[in-house]
């Protein structure tokens, strides 16, 4: 499987998924220390994956979408943005608004 191919899997098959620096548990950078303290105040399931593991992931993630910066945030296969977009969209309350909208399973827990 190459590694765009991956990535496509991933964000087809997860209703919320976040491309970060670290974990859903110990992120290692602000912006997704930032994504990973909203998702889990607004409890969605979420699956967290490390773009720090794999320097070909890294590349990949930012080729998928011609977006040059980490954290990406994909809810039902359709990518949202990064950090900044999220932030803005978590305290307008839009972004509560969307992921139930799209049926995103609420009162989770994030998975690595």
Known sequence: MSMQD???NEVEN???VVFMKGTPQFPQCGFSGQVAQIFDYLGPDWKGINVLADDDLRQGVKD???WPTVP?????????GGCDIV???FQSGELKTLLEEK????QGKATA
């Open 103 to 106: 049926g995103v399973v609420m």
């Open 87 to 89: 932030r803005e969209m």
């Open 64 to 66: 998928y979408t011609n």
């Open 6 to 8: 991956f990535i496509k």
């Open 14 to 16: 997860n209703d919320l």
């Open 72 to 80: 990406q945030i994909y809810v039902k296969g359709e990518f949202i």
